[in-house]
């Protein structure tokens, strides 16, 4: 057994495998574009993606029917105004303009205060406004929704305060058996400032290393093939093993670098904080590379150039990336389509990420998704292996 | 025009040919229309909730019920004596509602009862819909049955327009629509302009009796052709398994698209024409037509929310006019009038796409 290990260590060791793998290097070296998408995707993905995909929902544009023409009218309509949520975006004159004004696109939201508002208030009398809102992002409406029922409550607190009661008669069968109200109190844990970015940016990292791997392996696979080098290859004295071994191994330390950069990204431009360790992070983020490598591997055997290679992989990329949670919660997904998320590496690395960065668990918490994410990986590379190795021979 | 329709002819039937490029044309972007869609959605339903009942009382029950009922959250058991912020960390729950004891005593002596929600806000948005939805909960509760509740003096009717049922699948189907339009033809069209510098078969071209606009405009042609079969094999999913119509007028809808598969057409010849290798130019229009197009546009989220510095980039994106007035068509129906001066914006990007693929093919010849 250790005999036989050793021979093995000798091997990968050897001064053929050195040479092989300066060879890659030299070749990874004169190719500019395998260059720059070592760099470039990590930096530029990171920042475009963190920076352009904001689910922020500020500045709705409010367009106001004030029938009323009252200072409680007014009032409302500054209050509403006031928040950050809001701007004024024109005053009409009937229901019908603002309608016109919104599906126009002038306006995303439009309040209309009816010509009896203030009388009611001063009558004790409930009043009602009507509020629209274009619901087309049906995310942006929920959202806004939510923002001007929360500051029509203020406003109702304020007035309450300031002893306007109204009285109303119950609709319905309420059932009023508890004095007390119950009195919600949400606390916002792992993230209080609601940072839209750290979502993102951490599930964009597991798509870079993941994507940008197999997409850098595959076009560093398919090079031999395409320009006929593969036979000399064979013709050397170099084993299969060691020609693999000696393939993959420049890719994944330069691909580590890159994992490294996008760390630092994520670290130092978004100020995503480090609660757990960072060995769970590394760890993980290896094993993507890794599978990430293997399926470029398997991607450049099906293919016969790097053109095509290119092509497959807009195969596999697509429901790889959708599917996996990166850019969106699972639950927001078909319910036909959240189990395939569990075939997902891309999946349990942002869980990976996620957990241990932002909520500081520990492997007692994530393990299954750490083996789950080892095992594709092992699949992966054996899958790729065998392919490789069918090509070879 | 005969030489126009002879040369749109060759490359149709050059694409055909090839499997991969015939299923990334037809196939492909149906697959992504579904994939996407949900991959992009934010509206969530069935949220797991985590619920500790410290007071486990009739009325803490009742309480809970509440939540039960809601759809958008998914009570899920977790035991008492279990630290709350581990159904957190372990992912088992988005959210933990920690109900103390003495609820119900509060509740019956008329005091206010407090109740902690702790929201893991690692998904921003996530949260803010779980807090909203968890308080819309408590609220309703509280009018239903707290003897002290006040009618609250102004109360807003609120309505959903164009898309009452909050379906993201409405938002984002249109979205990835023109994702797709803009992505696939332009890459074919790259990749046939590419491969004839490669493989310098521009050469015979120049030699034929073919004119440089004939050249293009048969090119293009044939590209609007793979387009507009796109359009309609997508637009046949948009319809049904997205469940959207007409809202209003669709020739503007219909004007636009021809345009602006004659744009994405036009967009592949150029980078087809400027970039000599097939892979090159491949690795350009994914960056061009997908990470512009997906990111810049609106099409997940609003324009205003990307920052001011690379924002002014998304008013030359020609994918966002056209996704507007996609939107506009199949959700909002505001007509000629909304969206005239985006089918003319997307007009003269195309003009200046083809131009420039024209000046480009002169260096073609130079290179080849």
């Known amino acids: 057994m250790i005999v036989r290990l050793r021979s093995i260590l000798a091997r990968v060791f050897s001064y053929r495998m050195a040479a092989l ?6 070749q990874i070296r004169r190719d500019r574009r395998l260059q720059i998408s070592l760099v470039l995707p990590p930096v530029l993905q990171l920042t475009l993606f963190g920076f352009a995909l904001s689910a922020n929902v500020t500045n709705i544009r409010l367009a106001v029917v004030d029938d009323s023409h009252s200072p409680e009218s007014r009032e409302l309509i500054s209050t509403m105004t006031q928040s950050r949520a809001f701007r004024l975006a024109g005053s009409y004159l009937s229901a019908s303009q603002l309608g016109d004004a919104v599906s126009r696109g002038d306006a995303d939201a439009g309040l209309v205060i009816p010509y009896d508002y203030a ?16 619901a087309t992002n049906a995310n942006t409406a929920t ?108 890719l994944f330390f330069l691909l580590s670098l890159m994992m490294l950069v996008a760390i630092g990204v994520i670290r130092f431009i978004f100020h995503v904080p480090f609660h757990g360790g960072v060995l769970p992070l590394f760890l993980g983020g290896l094993l993507c590379i890794l599978s990430g490598i293997s399926l470029g591997t398997v991607i450049a055997t099906f293919s016969r150039s790097a053109q ?83 090509q070879l021979s | 025009m005969r030489r126009i329709l002879a040369q749109a002819r060759k490359e149709l039937t050059q694409i055909v040919r090839d499997w991969r490029t015939l299923a990334l044309a037809l196939v492909l972007p149906v697959v992504m229309l579904v994939l996407l869609s949900a991959g992009l959605s934010l509206t969530v339903n069935e949220l797991p909730i985590a619920v500790q009942d410290l007071d486990g009382s009739l009325a803490s029950n009742t309480f809970i019920d509440a939540f039960r009922a809601s759809l958008s959250l998914h009570v899920v058991a977790w035991p008492v004596d279990g630290e709350p912020e581990a159904a957190l960390s372990a992912n088992k729950a988005r959210a933990v509602l920690i109900i103390p004891p003495h609820f119900g005593r509060d509740l019956a002596r008329g005091i206010a009862a407090p109740v902690q929600l702790l929201v893991d806000a690692s998904d921003a948005n996530t949260a ?38 909050l379906s993201s699948n409405k938002f984002y189907g249109p979205g990835i629509f023109v994702l797709g339009i803009s992505m696939f033809p332009p890459l074919l069209a790259a990749l046939a302009m590419a491969k004839e510098s490669e493989q310098k078969t521009i050469l015979q071209v120049y030699v034929s009796s073919i004119s440089a606009h004939e050249f293009l405009l048969g090119k293009v042609l044939a590209f609007m052709a793979v387009a507009l079969g796109e359009v309609v094999v997508m637009s046949a999913l948009l319809f049904t398994y997205f469940g959207l119509s007409f809202a209003g007028d669709p020739t503007p809808l219909i004007v636009a698209t021809v345009l602006y598969t004659f744009c994405v057409a036009s967009f592949g010849t150029l980078v087809g024409a400027r970039v000599p290798s097939q892979a090159a130019a491949l ?86």
């Not at chain 1, 793998?21 to 030299?26: A, D, L, M, T």
């Not at chain 1, 923002?147 to 406003?155: C, D, E, S």
């Not at chain 1, 084993?239 to 191994?249: G, M, N």
């Not at chain 1, 990166?326 to 997904?333: K, R, W």
Request: charged share 10%; net charge positive; glycine share 8%.
């Open chain 1, 143 to 250: 959202i806004s929704r939510g923002y001007a029922l929360g500051v029509l409550q203020t406003y109702n607190a304020a007035l309450l305060q300031q002893g306007i009661h109204v009285q109303a008669v119950p609709v319905g069968s309420s059932d009023p058996s508890l004095g007390g109200q119950v009195d919600l109190q949400p606390a916002f844990l792992f993230n209080p400032g609601l940072v839209d970015s750290w979502f993102i940016v951490t599930g964009v990292l597991g798509l870079l290393l993941i994507l940008n791997s197999s997409l850098v392996s595959s076009a560093a696979m398919v090079r031999e093939r395409e320009a006929g080098t593969i036979e000399q290859l064979l013709m050397s004295p170099a084993s299969t093993t060691e020609i693999i071994l000696a393939k993959i191994a420049p």
């Open chain 1, 21 to 26: 793998v300066r060879k890659e290097f030299g």
């Open chain 2, 283 to 368: 690795q350009a229009v994914a960056l061009g037509g997908f990470l512009l197009v997906f990111l810049l546009s609106g099409l997940i989220f609003p324009i205003q929310n990307i920052p001011a510095a690379i924002r002014w980039i998304s008013n030359i994106v020609w994918g966002r006019y056209y996704i507007e007035i996609v939107r506009d068509a199949l959700l909002q129906g505001g007509g000629w009038p909304a969206v005239w001066y985006k089918v003319l914006f997307i007009a003269i990007i195309g003009a200046v796409f083809y131009l420039l693929a024209w000046r480009g093919m002169r260096k073609m010849q130079v290179n080849a």
């Open chain 2, 128 to 165: 803010k819909l779980i807090s909203g939805d968890a308080s819309q909960v408590v609220s309703a509760f509280n009018r239903q049955h707290a003897r002290s509740a006040q009618t609250a003096p102004v109360q807003a009717a609120v309505r959903l327009w164009f898309n009452p049922g």
């Open chain 1, 119 to 134: 009388r009611d208030l001063v009558r004790h009398r409930p009043a009602t406004v009507q509020l629209l809102l274009n």
């Open chain 1, 308 to 390: 095509q290679a290119q092509l497959t992989s807009f195969f596999v990329n697509p429901p790889l990336s959708s599917l996996s949670g990166a850019l969106n919660p699972v639950e927001a997904m078909p319910h036909w389509l959240q189990p395939l998320t569990v075939f997902n590496p891309v999946h349990h690395f942002a869980t990976i990420v996620r957990s241990s960065m932002l909520k500081g668990s520990g492997f007692a918490d994530i393990w299954p998704n750490f083996l789950a994410l080892f095992l594709f990986t092992f699949v992966l590379v054996a899958l790729s292996v065998w392919r490789f190795r069918k």
